[in-house]
């Protein structure tokens, strides 16, 4: 081994140096056939005589053409657009008294592999589409893999595993145009949401701004259903995970979402490689919430029902860990694509709850990837391997890697003298826990409060900022505005009248349709930590334009970058053409973008700089073009002293957020924190 591969291997955590014995390089190295021949000719087929047929025998020709036509597999059912990358996950606080589970042991780093992922668009959608988000976490332990699935909310649309396959043919586009793609703004998504009331909860998230992430980097996860800590006297207690991303939760506005799904429908991925590439690591607290057993009938909402959440106020969240992202993926086909998840891969200490939806889930991710991969070894797949040891019977199967050089392959056995061995849960065996079951044969839900449908919806709507709540109606009335049945409309605004009256009567209003005839539940709880506005700001990262022609202010220009370089940003030099532009003092400067490439819902912030160009009337109207975009999203801008006059004061704006650097000594420093608030809600 090369000295280079030795030194990165040192480095390496367990899974990498796994993945290294199937990382293969084929740059640089004579072509070959799939089976080690080298290839004389890959251009032009074998044929007999120059203008006569192509041979059978041409066999080189043959592999291509047939290998190429099978290149695909069949896209995951739901959660089909995806992107994964790798990371360390460390435990910080010991959960000794509640779990046995190892890798939340303090100190104990467990490599991971995370896949972000859309719900209902297909592998070729956009990321910013209005959807469910999902959150897989892989986590490769010394006791074999966790998978722990997540979602950017903390409720599911539905209590019962039965329903997933309805409410997933509501949400995907309509059957027979397969339109429209990627988006719940149609007849049948609603028809779903008013028929089945336990969904008002998760649709009033899913509308909400977390519906519209403005990164991987700053959405929480939720693994939503209760799962059961086990330490080792086998005392039980009830969890709930979340994960926190370091930066806050921030969102897009809809109109961003909706533009940017055209302009750049890669621009979550491109966000995270961007990030990693920079070397600024995405981080995320993992934290928990737990419930002892004795109290498991305690709250106003049943435990066991995943279209609730449990309020931090009632069941604060303790931080145990942290996981950060920090290595892009090495192919997209073998890492994301043939990753699989499954609620069951458990490790010892963390057990299923009777929670109907996770009881469903447990059987139905390994049935899909089986019909995915066409072959009961998909675990085998390097990205889907454990890092830890693998002794079983199972065999064969299609496309079986290892080489199994047992003769006894069944259990029990005496030749073998009864191996591979069953392990005693001492010993680290993985054992069920013994919770007590009674009852009888029934299709009843577990108790009367799944019925409760819209509390926990209205202490949403309560806890939401007035920007938040106008959000949240505009995005549902332009949801259910696409709606083209008068009937469903009216339903949803009937439905939503449960929840809240003045957002129903308002919703009625823009859709059409008459106000609603129900009455909101007497629910008044809130909670701060569902309100956006409340979590991290930081201007760390953020995306910012430089829009600059000739003749800019080199200095004042610097100054700028330099703080903008303290936050980690991500720059881009945006000009009339991609020609260096230079400034009066003489510096020069390459753009990145120009403004044919690049459009302002992009950027988290404009510097306008300003300057001299070729066709000043087009710079000019570009340079507006931006500005009135970013003022009217609400985003920091930064001005030039030599750009104020694409500053459009009137009576009526009150210019928030808007930092000129005319006279202004504190400028760099100003403009890094407007970059941190994000949005101006008060502009106008
Ligand atoms: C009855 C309820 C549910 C059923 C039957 C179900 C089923 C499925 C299926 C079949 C897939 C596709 C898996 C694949 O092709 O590899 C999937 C993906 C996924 N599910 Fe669920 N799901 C349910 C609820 C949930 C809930 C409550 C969560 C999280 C809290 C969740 C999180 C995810 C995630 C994150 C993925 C994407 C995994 C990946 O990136 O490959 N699901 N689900």
Not at 12 to 19: A, C, E, H, M
Not at 212 to 227: A, D, L, Q, V
């Amino acid at each position: 081994m090369d000295h280079d591969k030795q030194d990165n291997q040192m480095h390496q955590n367990k899974k990498d140096r796994q993945l290294d014995q199937f990382r293969r390089q084929n740059t640089g190295n004579p072509m070959t056939d799939i089976n080690g021949q080298k290839v004389a000719n890959d251009q032009k087929t074998l044929r007999a005589g120059k203008r006569g047929p192509l041979l059978m025998q041409d066999f080189h020709f043959y592999k291509k053409q047939s290998h190429f036509n099978r290149e695909r597999i069949p896209e995951k059912v739901v959660h089909a657009r995806g992107f994964g990358v790798h990371g360390v996950f460390e435990a910080t606080e010991s959960l000794e008294e509640y779990t046995m589970a190892k890798f939340l042991e303090p100190g104990t780093k467990t490599p991971v592999f995370v896949r972000f992922s859309n719900f209902i668009g297909n592998r070729g959608s956009k990321d910013t589409a209005v959807d469910i988000r999902g959150f897989a976490t892989k986590f490769y332990t010394e006791q074999g893999n966790y998978d722990m699935l997540a979602l950017q909310f903390p409720v599911f649309i539905l209590a019962d595993a039965m329903k997933f396959m309805d409410v997933t043919h509501a949400a995907k586009p309509e059957p027979r145009q397969h339109m429209p793609q990627a988006t719940v703004a149609h007849d049948n998504f609603w028809d779903y949401v008013v028929s089945n009331p336990e969904s008002a909860h998760m649709v009033m998230w899913v509308m909400s701004m977390r519906g519209r992430p403005r990164s991987w980097r700053m959405m929480e996860g939720y693994p939503i259903n209760t799962f059961r800590f086990i330490n080792k006297e086998g005392k039980s207690t009830f969890v709930r995970f979340i994960w926190k991303p370091k930066l806050g939760v921030h969102s897009l506005m809809l109109d961003e979402a909706n533009i940017i799904g055209g302009v750049d429908p890669d621009f979550h991925r491109r966000d995270i490689v961007e990030a990693i590439g920079n070397g600024a690591f995405p981080e995320y607290e993992l934290c928990v919430q737990l419930i002892d057993e004795e109290d498991e009938f305690k709250f106003d909402f049943d435990i066991l029902d995943d279209t609730k959440f449990w309020p931090e106020e009632e069941v604060p969240p303790k931080v145990v860990g942290k996981m950060t992202l920090n290595r892009l993926m090495d192919n997209f086909f073998a890492e994301n694509e043939q990753s699989a998840f499954n609620p069951s891969n458990l490790v010892p200490g963390i057990e299923f709850t009777n929670d109907p939806v996770l009881q469903g889930r447990s059987f139905a991710y390994r049935d899909t990837e089986l019909h995915r991969h066409h072959s009961a070894n998909y675990e085998e797949l390097p990205i889907n391997r454990p890092i830890s040891d693998v002794n079983h019977n199972l065999r064969d199967s299609y496309l079986k890697y290892p080489i199994e050089q047992d003769s006894v392959h069944f259990h029990n056995n005496m030749q073998a003298e009864n191996t591979p061995a069953e392990v005693s849960p001492e010993e680290g065996g993985y054992e069920n826990y013994p919770g007590q079951v009674e009852g009888h044969v029934t299709r009843e839900h577990p108790s009367e409060s799944f019925q409760d449908y819209y509390s926990q919806a209205r202490m949403f709507w309560n806890s939401l900022s007035m920007p938040e709540k106008q959000d949240l109606v505009d995005s549902f009335s332009f949801h259910v505005g696409s709606v083209k049945n008068k009937d469903i409309r009216q339903k949803t605004v009937e439905m939503f009248g449960n929840v809240d009256t003045d957002f129903a009567t308002m919703l009625a209003e823009n859709i059409g349709v008459e106000p609603p005839q129900t009455a909101h539940v007497d629910y008044e709880k809130s909670s701060s930590a569902l309100s956006q506005l409340n979590t991290p700001h930081s201007a760390w990262t953020s995306r910012v334009a430089v829009l600059i022609g000739d003749e800019f202010n080199g200095e004042e220009l610097k100054k700028v970058l330099d703080a903008l370089a303290g936050v980690k940003a991500k720059v881009d030099i945006v000009s009339e053409t991609l020609a260096p532009v230079k400034g009066s003092d003489g510096l020069e400067l390459t753009p990145t973008q120009t403004f044919l490439t690049v459009h302002p819902t992009l950027y988290d912030s404009i510097f306008v700089a300003g300057g001299k160009a070729k066709n000043q009337m087009k710079f000019d109207q570009a340079v507006m073009d931006f500005f009135k975009m970013q003022y009217m999203h609400m985003k920091p801008i930064a001005v030039s002293a030599d750009a104020e006059q694409y500053v459009l004061q009137t009576e009526d704006n009150n210019m928030e957020g808007v930092v000129l650097a005319s006279a202004n000594p504190e400028f760099a420093r100003q403009y890094v924190d407007a970059l941190a608030i994000k949005r101006f809600w008060d502009r106008t």
